[in-house]
């Protein structure tokens, strides 16, 4: 065999939509196939670890065993492009552009009109459409297999062709990593900093591939991927009788739960068990079942059992280094054996297990006196684990109740965890261990009573046996049709597709890292604080400038302007000086030829603290610091003192409201590019703030705004993380770029994103609330406390808002609410749709629902009575005009087909014991405009061309929302013209000045009037010629102007009338009206897991009179699930230290497919034109989100239905959001008080 260390580097052919590639480098996939490589933009980077599928790409290759061309889905973000060797590669450029033909699969994900989720709209692949699988791969993939290797800057790759050859060069490299999917290893070298000089890929090496039926049951290569096995399980299970194939379908049901396709497509079984990772899926159902393992090296062969000493500490196992895992044999089952697993994770879909485990039972012939028993749980300890202890002693027992009593008590000692164990969640994942053994108990009875051998289970307990299965969601909408006479060419009012939407689906659409490369371009990587509260020492960068390819290295002291900024007040800085205030405080920043040697120079960076107390993290513990922001605000209306003397109760309560993660799927992204001249520069930026942006940096650099330009074409997202925090990366960019003189770029990696960039505001709130016996509230006296973080950024106007919505619609004759701002070591938090007024409103969800639990009255009843009227004045003295939450409500409680609903949910109930749904219908009103008045304002610039066509400029930028669609519909019916002769380019501060941030959800509003108002200026300049030449077109009377002289171009100017609020007389409009709407939803929680399902929602929207249905609707449906990830599923976990866990979607769970209601309804109130906004319409972006609490209270009513078998009652604490761990935890029975004990937390709530 040669030395794999000498220098022979095979060249690697891979195809890419169809053309060939001789890579050189070793990279994965993604680099290769995007813009900086190719060009090819479609492909995008959304997390780097296989978490988000933004990267994914279709796979095709020659499987000379099968004889079969194998087509598969995986991400471009893990696959290393060695492994694709004689592959051939279709991204979604491939398949179809706007300017050829469309798949319809493009057509169908860019038609936003169409019913949301028909499955069979999704058809795999369009007949018409034939693959083409490259003919010279063909013929490459029939040679015989060599041995291969490739070289890259840092590792060495290298694919033996033979098993002998395998461990050849294991015996000579045994530190080197087998690697087959890289679904480990590449999140290692990518995120632990970890580096293999070696690689060997076993992929040709036919015995690690086999699969092959023994008489003890299935024996399967190391290599073989969890697709394949899946595919011969289950063949299998089809084809046997039931009773052998009880572990198959156990390894079936996990993997129904693993990752998404495109990881099991790649990911290896033999990976899987290697790792050793203490969360696997398979390993606990692999050493449930005694799997046996063959282990091979050099030396021979040995087969060992998967028993409780295989793993010998956090991920190890008893493999010696220079050995390698074979296959595994997973044995049928016999009569007489039963065999189940579960997976229990925040979220159903595609995360990692909070607890897993494999359970095994065998009892004697014909009885159900238990022979052996093997309960393994991973989730419990550093490695998976063998309850050994508890089955010991329940060998020789009769499968019974006192089995089952006993068997709970002894997991509660064996399965302990140490109070602080990583992962937190102690108690929960302690309750666990006992409620899945609980499950398998009555699976395993309800199994035996089919064979006569026990009683059945009892019918309230049988759902507690069912798998968790949630039916694929389907959505209605509803809105109203244009009216008859709507001439035909008027396309406002209509359900017009997005204008983006086909170029978003091919992958043309172009973001801001699709911009093409300059020639002498950089890169730049951000050096950010390890500690939150500290001073630095010192900044030692000689080994990061020994990087190759690095340029330079930026600090404060780089910044010709001023080191001082932040949106509001500069309380900020671009660059730490001296003190850095949280984790993730920008330090520095590497500037390199590529993104790689950018990114390793920046790890390379050293930095000494000196560390600083206190650190201040949690809502909590600024309370105990009183650490505060100024002012605190207070809005009151009322008298207190006599409304609780007037009430017949008063309650006190608490909740807490984490925050969220803005997870636009486009993270932040900077291009500068000085002009070489007076001090200009070009900002090419993802951002919401183009004025914002262009003020910072000219700031930083010292030079006149007037010299800054900043441009946005569009963002791949940005839900308010790009109205203030886009800065931070921007100007630090900026000022790169004019110290390096040379085009400067930066695309975020999401970790890093997630790190430096803030998120929601999470709230706490306590109240004090005065009611009557009927439900009827008097008295309010409510505080809020916000966690701002350590700088103040857009804190104050959030606190404002969230005090304005208080009362949610609840009229509230005493009132008063307070607020202060929390100052912390956290990345400062900013702006996230809704923008305080969700928890504002969720406090006060909080209370009402208290009170009916109190009065022992429906929720519904209780809010429905608490309800403003028409005119209704508000705690800040607006009255309620055009008031429509009745007729919300109403329409609401028709279309949910509410009182049945009600009913069967009781019946349900009654019928069930380990599983309950809940009900619940919330309304929202919320406040449009900017709280600060000045910023509503827009401007807009409208040029008619000669031939006719329309540019268009306006101050808001495109995120996705649809905002240039609306406005082109408006500008078509303005100037009565086909939206085709009509164009938006892009946003930029040179075209429209002094631009409000697109927030607040009033974006069409201002600029929707902006530009009515400069197109009524152009109608009036045309009319002469409209008139002279009634019969002519448009072209004609432009061409008549033009060739007059006339200025084709004008500006447009709109500013909100009647707006002012004054907190200290507490007078003044803060809001130019109100969007409302109400939701109904049911769910239904399993007790014993703490898993729920969204079974159905129906939201009635009051949007005016919709400018456009199809984009209004998307906003409905896209606000209201990112409000279900706010109140059910996203949790930020940072240390007592401030560090941030969650820095990806591994961690960091957002709402996927099975999280949409099965029933989705979504309807436009009909007949409700609003009169203070642009053609009767209504602002949407953010309202809807707020009524994802319906969930939340629906979550809550079951809970409450849950205790109430327990004898518990009335009000409880339930904070969001209301996840498994919070929901299994509220639902207090026999088995959680098995687990008493206060925990010493790994993470904190802040
Ligand atoms: C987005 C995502 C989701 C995931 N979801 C889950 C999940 O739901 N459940 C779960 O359990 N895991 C999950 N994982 C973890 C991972 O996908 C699995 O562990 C997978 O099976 C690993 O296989 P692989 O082929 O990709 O491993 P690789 O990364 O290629 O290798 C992993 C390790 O195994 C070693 N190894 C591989 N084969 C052998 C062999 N034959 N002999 C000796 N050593 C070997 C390698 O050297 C390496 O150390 C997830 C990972 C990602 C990125
Ligand atoms: S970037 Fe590859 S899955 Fe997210």
Same mark, same amino acid.
């Given at each position: 065999?040669?030395?794999?260390?000498?220098?022979?580097?095979?060249?690697?052919?891979? =195809?890419?939509?169809?053309?060939?590639?001789?890579?050189?480098?070793?990279?994965?996939?993604?680099?290769?196939?995007?813009?900086?490589?190719?060009?090819?933009?479609?492909?995008?980077?959304?997390?780097?670890?296989?978490?988000?599928? +933004?990267?994914?790409?279709?796979?095709?290759?020659?499987?000379?065993?099968?004889?079969?061309?194998?087509?598969?889905?995986?991400?471009?973000?893990?696959?290393?492009?060695?492994?694709?060797?004689?592959?051939?590669?279709?991204?979604?450029?491939?398949?179809?552009?706007? $300017?050829?033909?469309?798949?319809?699969?493009?057509?169908?994900?860019?038609?936003? #009109?169409?019913?949301?989720?028909?499955?069979?709209?999704?058809?795999?692949?369009?007949?018409?459409?034939?693959?083409?699988?490259?003919?010279?791969?063909?013929?490459?993939?029939?040679?015989?297999?060599?041995?291969?290797?490739?070289?890259?800057?840092? &590792?060495?790759?290298?694919?033996?062709?033979?098993?002998?050859?395998?461990?050849?060069?294991?015996?000579?490299?045994?530190?080197?990593?087998?690697?087959?999917?890289?679904?480990?290893?590449?999140?290692?070298?990518?995120?632990?900093?970890?580096?293999?000089?070696?690689?060997?890929?076993?992929?040709?090496?036919?015995?690690?591939?086999?699969?092959?039926?023994?008489?003890?049951?299935?024996?399967?290569?190391?290599?073989?991927?969890?697709?394949?096995?899946?595919?011969?399980?289950?063949?299998? &299970?089809?084809?046997?009788?039931?009773?052998?194939?009880?572990?198959?379908?156990?390894?079936?049901?996990?993997?129904?739960?693993?990752?998404?396709?495109?990881?099991?497509?790649?990911?290896?079984?033999?990976? *899987?068990?290697?790792?050793?990772?203490?969360?696997?899926?398979?390993?606990?159902?692999?050493?449930?079942?005694?799997?046996?393992?063959?282990?091979?090296?050099?030396?021979?062969?040995? !087969?060992v059992k998967m028993d409780e000493k295989f793993f010998t500490?956090?991920?190890?196992?008893?493999?010696?280094?220079?050995?390698?895992?074979?296959?595994?044999?997973?044995?049928?089952?016999?009569?007489?054996?039963?065999?189940?697993?579960?997976?229990?994770?925040?979220? /159903?879909?595609?995360?990692?297990?909070?607890?897993?485990?494999?359970?095994? &039972?065998?009892? $004697?012939?014909?009885?159900?006196?238990?022979?052996?028993?093997?309960?393994?749980?991973?989730?419990?300890?550093?490695?998976?684990?063998?309850?050994?202890?508890?089955? /010991?002693?329940?060998?020789?027992?009769?499968?019974?109740?006192?089995?089952?009593?006993?068997?709970?008590?002894?997991?509660?000692?064996?399965?302990?965890?140490?109070?602080?164990?990583?992962?937190?969640?102690?108690?929960?994942?302690?309750?666990?261990?006992?409620?899945?053994? %609980?499950?398998?108990?009555?699976?395993?009875?309800?199994?035996?009573?089919?064979? *006569?051998?026990?009683?059945?289970?009892?019918?309230?307990?049988?759902?507690?046996?069912?798998?968790?299965?949630?039916?694929?969601?389907?959505?209605?909408?509803?809105?109203?049709?244009?009216?008859?006479?709507?001439?035909?060419?008027?396309?406002?009012?209509?359900?017009?597709?997005?204008?983006?939407?086909?170029?978003?689906?091919?992958?043309?659409?172009?973001?801001?890292?699709?911009?093409?490369?300059?020639?002498?371009?950089?890169?730049?990587?951000?050096?950010?604080?390890?500690?939150?509260?500290a001073h630095i020492i010192s900044i030692e960068t000689a080994?990061?400038?020994?990087?190759?390819?690095? #340029?330079?290295?930026?600090?404060?002291?780089?910044?010709?302007?001023?080191?001082?900024?932040?949106?509001?007040?500069?309380?900020?800085?671009?660059?730490?000086?001296?003190? &850095?205030?949280?984790?993730?405080?920008?330090?520095?920043?590497?500037?390199?030829?590529?993104?790689?040697?950018?990114?390793?120079?920046?790890?390379?960076?050293?930095?000494?603290?000196?560390?600083?107390?206190?650190?201040?993290?949690?809502?909590?513990?600024?309370?105990?610091?009183?650490?505060?922001?100024?002012?605190?605000?207070?809005?009151?209306?009322?008298?207190?003192?006599?409304?609780?003397?007037?009430?017949?109760?008063?309650?006190?309560?608490?909740?807490?409201?984490?925050?969220?993660?803005?997870?636009?799927?486009?993270?932040?992204? +900077?291009?500068?590019?000085?002009?070489?001249?007076?001090?200009?520069?070009?900002?090419?930026?993802?951002?919401?703030?183009?004025?914002?942006?262009?003020?910072?940096?000219?700031?930083?650099?010292?030079?006149?705004?007037?010299?800054?330009?900043?441009?946005?074409?569009?963002?791949?997202?940005?839900?308010?993380?790009?109205?203030?925090?886009?800065?931070?990366?921007?100007?630090?960019?900026?000022?790169?770029? *004019?110290?390096?003189?040379?085009? !400067?770029?930066?695309?975020?990696?999401?970790?890093?994103?997630?790190?430096?960039?803030?998120?929601?505001?999470?709230?706490?709130?306590?109240?004090?609330?005065?009611?009557?016996?009927?439900?009827?509230?008097?008295?309010?006296?409510?505080?809020?406390?916000?966690?701002?973080?350590?700088?103040?950024?857009? @804190?104050?106007?959030?606190?404002?808002?969230?005090?304005?919505?208080?009362?949610?619609?609840?009229?509230?004759?005493?009132?008063?609410?307070?607020?202060?701002?929390?100052?912390?070591?956290?990345?400062?938090?900013?702006?996230?749709?809704?923008?305080?007024?969700?928890?504002?409103?969720?406090?006060?969800?909080?209370?009402?629902?208290?009170?009916?639990?109190?009065?022992?009255?429906?929720?519904?009843? !209780?809010?429905?009575?608490?309800?403003?009227?028409?005119?209704?004045?508000?705690?800040?003295?607006?009255?309620?005009?055009?008031?429509?939450?009745?007729?919300?409500?109403?329409?609401?409680?028709?279309?949910?087909?509410?009182?049945?609903? /009600?009913?069967?949910?009781?019946?349900?109930?009654?019928?069930?014991?380990?599983?309950?749904?809940?009900?619940?219908?919330?309304?929202?009103?919320?406040?449009?405009?900017?709280?600060?008045? %000045?910023? *509503?304002?827009?401007?807009?610039? !409208?040029?008619?061309?000669?031939?006719?066509?329309?540019?268009?400029t306006h101050g808001g930028t495109e995120m996705g929302q649809?905002?240039?669609?609306?406005?082109?519909?408006?500008?078509?019916?303005?100037?009565?013209?086909?939206?085709?002769?009509?164009?938006?380019?892009?946003?930029?501060?040179?075209?429209?000045?002094?631009? @409000?941030?697109?927030?607040?959800?009033?974006?069409?509003?201002?600029?929707?009037?902006?530009?009515?108002?400069?197109?009524?200026?152009?109608?009036?300049?045309?009319?002469?010629?409209?008139?002279?030449?009634?019969?002519?077109?448009?072209?004609?009377?432009?061409?008549?102007?033009?060739?007059?002289?006339?200025?084709?171009?004008?500006?447009?100017?709109?500013?909100?009338?009647?707006?002012?609020?004054?907190?200290?007389?507490?007078?003044?409009?803060? =809001?130019?009206?109100?969007?409302?709407?109400?939701?109904?939803?049911?769910?239904?929680?399993?007790?014993?897991?703490?898993?729920?399902?969204?079974?159905?929602?129906?939201?009635?929207?009051?949007?005016?009179?919709?400018?456009?249905?199809?984009?209004?609707?998307?906003?409905?449906?896209?606000?209201?699930?990112?409000?279900?990830?706010?109140?059910?599923?996203?949790?930020?976990?940072?240390?007592?230290?401030?560090?941030?866990?969650?820095?990806?979607?591994?961690?960091?769970?957002?709402?996927?497919?099975?999280?949409?209601?099965?029933?989705?309804?979504?309807?436009?109130?009909?007949?409700?034109?609003?009169?203070?906004?642009? %053609?009767?319409?209504?602002?949407?972006?953010?309202?809807?989100?707020?009524?994802?609490?319906?969930?939340?209270?629906?979550?809550?009513?079951?809970?409450?239905?849950?205790?109430?078998?327990?004898?518990?009652? $009335?009000?409880?604490?339930?904070?969001?959001?209301?996840?498994?761990?919070?929901?299994?935890?509220?639902?207090?029975?026999?088995?959680?008080?098995?687990?008493?004990?206060?925990?010493?937390?790994?993470?904190?709530?802040?």
């Amino acid at each position: 065999m040669e030395e794999p260390n000498q220098n022979r580097h095979d060249q690697l052919v891979l =195809f890419i939509n169809v053309s060939s590639h001789t890579p050189h480098t070793l990279l994965t996939l993604l680099p290769c196939s995007s813009n900086s490589m190719l060009g090819l933009t479609g492909t995008k980077l959304g997390c780097s670890e296989g978490g988000c599928g +933004a990267c994914t790409v279709m796979m095709s290759k020659f499987d000379p065993h099968s004889n079969r061309i194998i087509h598969q889905a995986i991400n471009a973000c893990l696959a290393p492009l060695c492994s694709l060797h004689h592959c051939a590669i279709t991204t979604v450029e491939g398949i179809g552009s706007v $300017g050829s033909k469309l798949h319809p699969v493009q057509e169908d994900s860019a038609d936003s #009109v169409q019913p949301l989720f028909d499955p069979e709209e999704f058809l795999p692949l369009d007949p018409t459409q034939d693959i083409i699988f490259p003919p010279e791969l063909m013929t490459l993939s029939k040679e015989p297999v060599v041995s291969l290797r490739f070289r890259g800057e840092r &590792v060495l790759w290298v694919q033996p062709s033979s098993l002998t050859e395998l461990l050849e060069l294991k015996a000579a490299y045994p530190e080197a990593r087998l690697v087959v999917g890289n679904t480990e290893v590449g999140i290692e070298m990518k995120f632990k900093n970890q580096l293999y000089p070696v690689i060997l890929s076993p992929t040709n090496v036919q015995e690690l591939r086999n699969i092959q039926f023994t008489e003890n049951g299935m024996e399967c290569g190391a290599a073989v991927t969890l697709t394949e096995l899946g595919e011969v399980l289950r063949e299998e &299970v089809e084809k046997l009788p039931n009773y052998r194939t009880e572990i198959f379908q156990a390894v079936l049901e996990q993997l129904r739960w693993f990752a998404g396709r495109q990881i099991r497509n790649v990911a290896a079984v033999g990976g *899987n068990i290697m790792t050793a990772s203490p969360i696997s899926d398979l390993n606990p159902v692999f050493m449930a079942a005694g799997c046996e393992l063959t282990l091979v090296s050099k030396e021979g062969k040995r !087969v060992v059992k998967m028993d409780e000493k295989f793993f010998t500490g956090y991920r190890k196992t008893i493999l010696r280094s220079e050995e390698i895992l074979l296959s595994i044999e997973i044995p049928y089952t016999k009569k007489g054996q039963y065999f189940s697993a579960f997976k229990q994770s925040p979220r /159903r879909e595609d995360d990692i297990a909070t607890v897993t485990c494999g359970m095994n &039972v065998v009892f $004697g012939e014909g009885s159900n006196t238990v022979h052996d028993i093997k309960l393994s749980y991973g989730g419990m300890a550093p490695v998976t684990l063998l309850a050994t202890d508890t089955c /010991r002693q329940l060998i020789g027992r009769q499968w019974g109740e006192d089995l089952m009593e006993d068997a709970c008590s002894l997991l509660a000692e064996e399965m302990s965890l140490s109070p602080s164990a990583p992962g937190g969640m102690v108690a929960y994942r302690r309750t666990l261990t006992i409620s899945l053994f %609980f499950k398998f108990f009555l699976t395993v009875q309800r199994k035996l009573a089919q064979e *006569n051998l026990s009683e059945g289970v009892r019918s309230d307990y049988e759902s507690a046996t069912e798998l968790f299965h949630q039916d694929p969601p389907t959505g209605a909408q509803i809105y109203q049709a244009v009216p008859p006479g709507q001439s035909a060419d008027d396309v406002v009012g209509r359900p017009m597709m997005h204008l983006s939407a086909l170029k978003q689906a091919t992958g043309e659409a172009v973001y801001c890292d699709d911009i093409p490369h300059y020639e002498n371009e950089l890169y730049l990587a951000l050096v950010t604080s390890t500690k939150a509260h500290a001073h630095i020492i010192s900044i030692e960068t000689a080994e990061a400038m020994a990087v190759p390819g690095v #340029v330079a290295f930026i600090s404060a002291k780089d910044i010709p302007g001023s080191n001082k900024t932040g949106p509001v007040v500069s309380d900020e800085t671009v660059f730490a000086d001296n003190k &850095v205030t949280c984790v993730g405080h920008i330090i520095g920043a590497v500037v390199a030829d590529t993104q790689a040697h950018a990114q390793r120079a920046a790890k390379a960076v050293k930095i000494s603290y000196e560390e600083l107390q206190p650190v201040i993290v949690s809502i909590q513990d600024a309370i105990t610091h009183q650490s505060f922001y100024q002012p605190v605000r207070v809005i009151e209306n009322g008298d207190l003192i006599k409304g609780f003397q007037a009430s017949d109760h008063i309650i006190e309560g608490e909740i807490h409201i984490g925050g969220q993660e803005h997870f636009y799927l486009e993270t932040n992204c +900077a291009l500068a590019v000085p002009r070489g001249e007076d001090g200009e520069m070009e900002l090419l930026v993802s951002t919401q703030a183009a004025t914002k942006t262009q003020t910072a940096a000219a700031k930083a650099l010292g030079v006149p705004a007037s010299h800054v330009v900043c441009r946005v074409k569009r963002m791949g997202g940005g839900f308010g993380g790009k109205e203030s925090r886009s800065t931070i990366l921007s100007t630090a960019v900026a000022v790169a770029a *004019n110290k390096v003189k040379r085009p !400067v770029r930066c695309m975020l990696d999401r970790d890093e994103d997630m790190l430096v960039s803030g998120g929601r505001h999470p709230f706490f709130g306590r109240y004090k609330v005065g009611f009557q016996k009927s439900g009827k509230v008097v008295a309010l006296d409510v505080t809020y406390y916000c966690n701002a973080g350590n700088s103040l950024d857009l @804190s104050l106007s959030i606190l404002e808002r969230a005090l304005f919505h208080m009362d949610n619609c609840y009229s509230i004759p005493h009132i008063r609410g307070t607020g202060y701002m929390c100052k912390t070591n956290l990345p400062s938090n900013t702006a996230f749709r809704g923008f305080g007024g969700p928890q504002g409103m969720m406090v006060a969800e909080s209370w009402i629902s208290e009170v009916a639990q109190s009065c022992g009255l429906p929720a519904e009843q !209780v809010r429905k009575m608490n309800l403003y009227q028409q005119g209704g004045i508000t705690p800040f003295n607006q009255s309620l005009e055009q008031f429509t939450i009745d007729r919300c409500w109403d329409e609401c409680i028709t279309i949910s087909d509410f009182s049945q609903r /009600r009913a069967r949910v009781e019946l349900y109930n009654k019928q069930h014991r380990w599983t309950k749904r809940g009900l619940s219908i919330i309304p929202t009103k919320f406040g449009i405009s900017f709280t600060a008045t %000045f910023l *509503n304002q827009a401007g807009a610039l !409208v040029h008619i061309y000669t031939d006719g066509s329309v540019l268009i400029t306006h101050g808001g930028t495109e995120m996705g929302q649809g905002l240039h669609t609306k406005m082109i519909q408006i500008a078509s019916r303005t100037l009565e013209i086909p939206t085709s002769k009509i164009h938006i380019s892009e946003t930029s501060t040179n075209t429209v000045p002094n631009t @409000s941030p697109t927030a607040a959800s009033a974006s069409s509003d201002l600029n929707g009037m902006a530009i009515y108002n400069a197109c009524q200026t152009l109608l009036q300049r045309l009319k002469p010629y409209k008139t002279s030449k009634p019969k002519g077109n448009w072209e004609d009377w432009v061409t008549a102007a033009y060739f007059d002289r006339v200025n084709l171009s004008a500006n447009g100017f709109y500013r909100t009338p009647d707006l002012g609020y004054s907190f200290e007389t507490n007078s003044g409009r803060p =809001f130019n009206y109100f969007t409302y709407g109400v939701a109904a939803s049911e769910v239904e929680i399993d007790c014993l897991t703490g898993s729920h399902k969204n079974l159905h929602t129906s939201i009635v929207m009051d949007v005016g009179k919709s400018l456009n249905p199809a984009l209004d609707i998307g906003q409905v449906e896209g606000a209201f699930m990112q409000g279900v990830g706010l109140f059910t599923l996203e949790e930020l976990r940072y240390s007592p230290q401030g560090y941030l866990y969650t820095r990806g979607p591994g961690m960091y769970k957002i709402p996927a497919f099975g999280d949409i209601p099965t029933q989705l309804k979504v309807s436009l109130l009909r007949d409700a034109p609003n009169e203070r906004a642009i %053609f009767s319409s209504k602002a949407v972006g953010e309202p809807p989100l707020f009524l994802a609490a319906s969930i939340f209270y629906a979550i809550k009513d079951a809970i409450s239905a849950a205790r109430a078998e327990s004898g518990l009652s $009335g009000p409880f604490r339930l904070d969001s959001p209301a996840t498994p761990e919070r929901i299994r935890n509220a639902c207090q029975d026999k088995f959680t008080k098995l687990v008493p004990g206060t925990y010493t937390p790994w993470d904190m709530r802040v």
